[in-house]
DNA sequence: TTGAAAGCGATACCAT
DNA sequence: ATGGTATCGCTTTCAA
């Protein structure tokens, strides 16, 4: 392609004041600012990335880690990974991909050979490797969930935890006291940060209203829909009438696909409230009330944080909780007996 | 970091000297690149992603090209993501994500501004927008999936045709002359590349072997299960009595539970063939005859020849098409009556 | 077998 | 408002 050199003889100025008129770090007359531009559009000029890496500060390059285990769930994997790029390409950061299950190696390479401007860390484990890497490096890194020890760390998350003490409180408000937390799969709670911060949201403040909480989770490593299906059985069989879900969408369908089959009717006979759905409850037959996990939210969020801190900000090492929102669909009614 | 001076001063050579040892492509004395090699550990050296790539002519990085619509199956898209992350660092190179709706605009940038090698494209549309882009472009370029018109593009992929060919000589072979083939969503024999062509390796062969096929889809745009068991209850109806898969686990799993309803038995009653499953069969509740879909075999033979042809090999646009692999599990049986 | 030095193509400081 | 140029850290000729 064409070099900066090149650009500049066609507008008949110096390189510095091409580069100047690109970066906008200084001011450029209207007029010479137009012959650049003209320039730059003629020679089809892109600047080289290797040469800004050298001469700049920036790689405009981020990485994303995400160790891709066995049990994540692909679709909502998938929705954070999109998510992520889309806001770092919107800041002009490009996304390198840090698979692997050597994690840490990784992270280190890319931050030592100065690859990338920053690290975003995806599908966080309670006792994450990578928060050990984090802490000795100085690349700007920032956490998409939130770790047990997390300490001199930037996260950023869905509150799970208000999430689950705001569903518990719009049962409780409706007047029930028994509820069920319809969950994840089991390991999900062992290798995974969130589902138990949601579950310790609805303990707590169930507690706290006087509820009673039936917790269930809905297969070993993988929804299972049989699991799912004899776990509501159950807990209808038990008079529960009011249903806290979070889980996948397969979750939902056999949650609604029993309570048809008994002929009960939701924000009727029975309650239900979808907490932190990353997919789109709207689609499902019946309408429920949902607490929705958005990841752009999320990922947008993480990535501005990581350019402020690049532009030179001074951002203290923080967790910054997303407050959930509540979105009403008529799911919930009072108990009615 | 460190950098190679300062490697070049504790190890007593010149900054030459270190380069060549690190890149072997110059014989160094065994003794001077111990020395060298004692220097980098102790130092921690990582050479500067960003001098490299402006110095020499290869970034170490490829661009990974993913248009992530709505109706991609997300667990067989990210199998295919790590296969091709995984292929690539075995060989020192990064991927670099191009999502986006504008797939175009993002090859065009990092090829012109030199910041990947090469780039690898993935989920080929039967009409794709990135094949123009390919076309027009110095950056070696490789297909992974073939589109309609592949003249002059390198492209590698699963020789699905063949798999549908294989998969009725099977059945064939085993004295059956009507097939079902479940196939794929509706949308995907449109926006997808590779199930028109199993299907018409299917319908192919089985005029040849004077077979009837009868072909069905298993939803609109996402599989659904209940669409998938009226097909196959229909099937059933009709006296079929010999199946081939070409879908998602839950078309499977949907297959297996009318067939056990019903009690006809696998490999006796009925038969039943896997096309071009890319998750693990085995771990269904019945044993299948499967013809896999292997994402690593696919991605590592795309990023081999990316890498050939970066290293000088003059390889000829070409579409390399793998074969098939028969897997018995004894699910196929004669015809009973 | 090794060393010296000329680039690679930007950025940003120092002048004017 | 603009230009000249040192500089970034490596790769790779050219010499010895």
Redesign the pocket.
Known sequence: ?????E??KAA????????????G?????E???LRIEDAVTALG????A???M?????THIFALTEPLRADTHAPTHMAFVLATAVAARRRGYDILLLTDEQASEGMNRVAASKLVDAILVLDVAPDDERVAIARSMRTPTVFIGVPDDHSDLTCVDLDFDAVGRLAVDRLADAGHSRIVLLGQTEVSYRRSNFPRRLLHGVQQRATERGADVDWVTTGEIATDVAVVRSAVESALDQGHRAFIVHAVDDTHEALLSVLAERGLRIGVDVSVISAAASFDTAALAVQIDTIPLVPQRSCEFAVDLAVRQLDGERLPPEIHLLPPEYLSAGSVAPPRD
């Open positions: 392609m064409s070099t900066i050199h650009v500049a008949g100025v110096s390189i510095s004041t091409v580069s100047y008129a690109l970066s770090k200084r001011p450029v007359s007029k010479t600012r000029y892109q600047p080289e290797g040469a800004r050298l001469a700049g500060r920036r």
